[in-house]
């Protein structure tokens, strides 16, 4: 088994809950850890026994008034729009999937393009049901249970099983989006256009990774605004390509990914461009073909994610580009976004800042490299995402999320050590 970046594959025990009924049984019979659809790119929805909740995916209530919904935490972003947008509603934060369920997007306290705006998801969130380890099935919101909403948002599944959470929608009058895409020529150049367009609901850049010297840090940035007016529709609802096989890696060689990355570029002519797009290219566009993730091989791959203060960001964003751009590693994606201030809840990941994800082909020499990376973002304040991570050491999580002993007296106050863990979990010393 696991995650989406194809590494590590472990050996583990597959369950699966068809109803709440099996989540309490699940519990009471050992160590356990809670699935998703199994996005997190790397070990944190693995372990010895994994429990999948995309079964419990029923629609319980909505107020058509407030936008308030909710649901079973089995249920996908993807179902939520295909069922609401019709209505006039759209999510309050998307990550760059659809296919993530709701208690993946709590437990990973998930942001989207917006986060500088809207914060994360669970900033959205009001209250959710969780079965805790002795069994008994709390109502947590910030009132009745501040410690456990504080660690349950962004712990990783690791105080207990989300069954059912309740979150507002957002009021939207079209599915489509107004979206402006600058050109900027360097780093200097993206990062300006970033706070020229602050006031922009979503933001995010695409960077080529291969683009060195007066050219480092080339990127296209994108903004959008939900139209005003149009289809309330999901468009193409369903993937339209797929990856058959596990992709010879030859294919990700820095020759083919130079190519592709000066084609993407290339295919915006002026230097800025506004158009109204569906939200799926929008907010979507990986997507459409499905199991993308076979495009790095049998190895897998890394996806690298950084939160660092504005501080040094700038600088160190520079030097991390030219590191992973020297060691000549591969790396056809690669995201610049700025965030805005981060939330309470103990291991939730955005800081003040930037953020920069990457995709590295999971080769020794990408551990290598990934590990000079983790010193840079240290050296800076900064933390590395744990719904991507598959590598960071136990020193690193450590140093980089203080409020991990809060965290850690919670889970013991609620009995959660030992009985929910991962992969993941083990790797970063909780126990
Ligand atoms: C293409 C792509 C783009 C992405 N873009 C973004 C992005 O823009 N922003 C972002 O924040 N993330 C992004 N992600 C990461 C993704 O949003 C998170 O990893 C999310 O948690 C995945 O949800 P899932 O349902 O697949 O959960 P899984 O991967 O199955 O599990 C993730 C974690 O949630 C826990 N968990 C799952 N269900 C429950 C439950 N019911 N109760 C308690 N714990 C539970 C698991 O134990 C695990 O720790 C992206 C992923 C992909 C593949």
Known sequence: ??????????????????????????????????????????????????????????????????????????????????????????????????????????????????????????????????????????????????????????GMGLTGVVLEATFTMRPVGSGDVVETVVKAPDLDAALEAFAARADATYSVAWVDLLASGARLGRSLVMTGEHADDGPLTTDGSEPRATVPLDMPSVLLNPLSVRAFNHLYYARVRQPQLTHRVGHQPFFYPLDTVAEWNRLYGRRGFLQYQLAIPFGDGPALVREILRVVAAAGLASPLAVLKVFGPGNSHLLSFPVEGYTLALDLQATPRAFEVADRLDRLVLAAGGRLYLAKDARMSEETFRASYPRIEEFEAVRRRYGADGVFVSTQSRRLGLA
């Open 1 to 154: 088994m696991w995650g989406w970046g194809k590494h590590p594959v472990v050996e583990a025990e597959l369950l699966s809950a068809q109803a709440r009924a099996d989540v309490v049984a699940a519990v009471a019979a050992g160590p356990l850890t809670p699935r998703g659809l199994g996005r997190s790119y790397g070990d944190s929805s693995l372990g010895d026994r994994v429990l999948d909740l995309t079964r419990l995916d029923s629609f319980v209530a909505f107020d058509e008034a407030t936008g308030a919904v909710t649901v079973e935490a089995g249920v996908s972003l993807s179902e939520v729009l295909r069922v609401l947008l019709p209505r006039g509603w759209f999510l309050p934060v998307t990550p760059g999937t659809r296919y993530v369920t709701v208690g993946g997007a709590i437990a990973s306290d998930i942001h989207g393009k917006n986060h500088h705006k809207d914060g994360t998801f669970t900033d959205h969130v009001s209250s959710f049901e969780l079965l805790v380890a002795s069994g008994e099935v709390l109502t947590v919101s910030r009132t009745s249970h501040p410690d456990l909403f504080a660690a349950t948002c962004g």
